[in-house]
């Protein structure tokens, strides 16, 4: 059965790729942080559950390391945009064709492999669909183009460059979220939380669960480690329980004020650092100020959506 | 209550003040919170790397970059830019706000994965954003690609929810059901539609404000 194993397989590969080059690079004058930080990278896809839960604390603790102490570098820009406007105008929109390959298996993916759980994990169906997207794309667009294999993971290569250490940031968030949790942060925010709210005022306790849904979603980063904290500590035994407010809307809604939260967070990093960097932004937190515009209103309009239609 | 353990929360903070590294601030804040809780420094390590093992389908998404590199090789952000231009209708606001109906109405039928920053904001979007509002310097370059990944992520928070079968609408009816509450998934995304409207109506409101600020 085809699962998250050859995901990681595939996923290891790449990055393996990425560290030779890098290492290979010598326009990168700190080319060898790099190589180590991918094949690092590539180690854990590859091994991880071989390498014991030590051994893995291990290798964060290098990643950590390279990316802390001087950090890591860029090679030299690919070649000029004069050349790639020349291939644009040769290849014209055909080449729109070759950037639908990954959406498309996305979308086909999302309907067929359902129908052959023997052969495809269900529960993994988005991460498979994804990984055949870039083995598709990649196969059509050299036997197309008729560049050499190694050209794709060049540049390939050049983009991971330019993301850098923000690459590995959600994954490190994430675990963080897990220690959190270990640790009982979420309990502890819950009881303060639950503090705050002036006894006998609906209004103050729908306040209290919007904003301490958006808040507590830009501390963790996710508003699904945010929604079970807020539920159990105000929506549950306040909204639901005494004021006998709709569960339905208390529970979607709050999640969506969550989801207001995530828009205004860089921890929050795959959706608002990662792009940053992918879109080389000069300043790190250029998304999030594109979007405070956005969540704050839209924020108020959730917690007013909870007072008016949860409250008949 | 052992409010020690929220000291993770104030490195994270003092962390980004700072501008320390922020993988280095978050380690520092896993093993602040951990040893706080009483845990041993390895047992601290340990979890963090059994957590960091675990959640590696985060980082899965890079294998897209070969093929993305590829057709940025060929030309495909000067086509889009190219394709932008020749169109006499193409503004910013009528480009993006299009962008964030379609990203909203594909998630919304569950379709999630199908656009995103590496796969389709960074070759596509981005540049035909810059190519339909013609900045006049860096600074206003970096603010419209903020603005196309502004809108997926927009399209997509307020779309996903929609859809019975995604992973928010699962864990609130598991929750819910654990406290002895049964909800049908319908009842929940149904509520994620004034919100999606919502959200339609003020970041498209924006996309045309920022669109005639910039004249």
């Known amino acids: 059965?085809?699962?998250?194993?050859?995901?990681?397989?595939?996923?290891?590969?790449?990055?393996?790729?990425?560290?030779?080059l890098s290492a290979r690079d010598a326009s990168n004058p700190r080319r060898w942080s790099n190589a180590a930080f991918w094949a690092l990278l590539a180690l854990s896809m590859l091994a991880g559950d071989r390498l014991g839960d030590l051994g893995n604390g291990v290798l964060v603790l290098a990643l950590v390391g390279i990316a802390g102490l001087g950090g890591m570098g860029r090679g030299a820009a690919?070649?000029?945009?004069?050349?790639?406007?020349?291939?644009?105008?040769?290849?014209?929109?055909?080449?729109?064709?070759?950037?639908?390959?990954?959406?498309?298996?996305?979308?086909?993916?999302t309907f067929l492999f359902k129908q052959v759980p023997h052969w495809i994990d269900p529960k993994q169906v988005t991460l498979v669909s994804l990984a055949l997207g870039a083995l598709l794309g990649l196969a059509v667009g050299l036997a197309w183009l008729r560049e050499s294999p190694v050209v794709p993971f060049q540049e390939g290569r050049r983009l991971m460059d330019a993301v850098g250490w923000a690459a590995v940031l959600p994954q490190m968030?994430?675990?963080?979220?897990?220690?959190?949790?270990?640790?009982?942060?979420?309990?502890?925010v819950g009881g303060l939380m639950s503090e705050v709210i002036p006894a006998g005022s609906l209004v103050g306790a729908v306040i209290a669960y919007g904003l301490?849904?958006?808040?507590?979603?830009?501390?963790?980063?996710?508003?699904?480690?945010?929604?079970?904290?807020?539920?159990?500590?105000?929506?549950?035994?306040?909204?639901?329980?005494?004021?006998?407010?709709?569960?339905?809307?208390v529970a979607a809604v709050g999640m969506l004020c969550g989801f207001c939260g995530t828009l205004m967070t860089p921890m929050a990093a795959n959706f608002n650092v990662v792009p940053a960097a992918l879109l080389e932004l000069r300043d790190r937190n250029a998304v999030v100020k594109a979007q405070v515009g956005t969540a704050l209103p839209l924020l108020a309009f959730n917690v007013a959506l909870i007072w008016w239609a949860a409250f008949p | 209550m052992n409010l020690w353990v929220l000291i993770g929360i104030a490195v994270m903070v003092g962390g980004f003040v700072l501008r320390v590294n922020p993988l280095v601030v978050v380690l520092a804040a896993a093993l602040a919170t951990g040893l706080a809780a009483g845990m041993?420094?390895?047992?601290?390590?340990?979890?963090?790397?059994?957590?960091?093992?675990?959640?590696?389908?985060?980082?899965?998404?890079?294998?897209?970059?070969?093929?993305?590199?590829?057709?940025?090789?060929?030309?495909l952000?000067?086509?889009?830019r190219t394709l932008v231009s020749g169109l006499k209708g193409a503004?910013?606001?009528?480009?993006?706000?299009?962008?964030?109906?379609?990203?909203?109405?594909?998630?919304?039928?569950?379709?999630?994965?199908?656009?995103?920053?590496?796969?389709?904001?960074?070759?596509?979007?981005?540049?035909?954003?810059?190519?339909?509002?013609q900045p006049q310097d860096q600074d206003e370059a970096d603010q419209i690609k903020a603005m196309a990944a502004a809108t997926d992520n927009v399209g997509l928070f307020f779309g996903e929810d929609i859809f019975i079968a995604i992973g928010s609408i699962l864990l609130m009816k598991g929750f819910m059901e654990q406290q002895?509450?049964?909800?049908?998934?319908?009842?929940?995304?149904?509520?994620?539609?004034?919100?999606?409207?919502?959200?339609?109506?003020?970041?498209?409101?924006?996309?045309?404000?920022?669109?005639?600020?910039?004249?």
């Open chain 1, 1 to 20: 059965m085809i699962g998250l194993a050859q995901v990681y397989l595939l996923a290891g590969l790449v990055f393996g790729i990425f560290a030779v």
């Open chain 1, 78 to 109: 690919g070649d000029d945009q004069a050349a790639r406007a020349e291939r644009a105008a040769r290849h014209g929109n055909r080449l729109f064709l070759l950037a639908l390959v990954i959406p498309l298996t996305a979308l086909a993916g």
């Open chain 1, 173 to 188: 968030l994430a675990s963080l979220g897990a220690v959190f949790a270990l640790a009982g942060v979420g309990q502890v």
């Open chain 1, 212 to 249: 301490g849904m958006a808040l507590f979603t830009m501390v963790m980063g996710n508003a699904f480690a945010a929604f079970p904290v807020m539920a159990a500590a105000i929506g549950l035994p306040l909204l639901i329980q005494q004021y006998h407010g709709s569960p339905a809307v």
């Open chain 2, 40 to 75: 041993d420094l390895l047992a601290v390590i340990a979890a963090f790397g059994k957590a960091f093992n675990d959640t590696r389908y985060v980082s899965v998404v890079w294998i897209v970059l070969p093929v993305i590199g590829l057709m940025e090789r060929q030309g």
């Open chain 2, 77 to 80: 952000q000067e086509r889009a």
């Open chain 2, 91 to 133: 503004t910013l606001p009528r480009l993006l706000t299009g962008y964030l109906l379609l990203r909203q109405a594909t998630a919304a039928l569950g379709l999630t994965s199908i656009a995103g920053h590496a796969q389709t904001v960074r070759p596509l979007v981005a540049p035909m954003a810059e190519a339909a509002a």
């Open chain 2, 180 to 215: 002895g509450i049964v909800l049908a998934p319908f009842d929940l995304s149904v509520w994620a539609i004034p919100t999606a409207i919502a959200a339609f109506a003020i970041h498209s409101l924006r996309l045309w404000r920022f669109g005639r600020r910039r004249g």
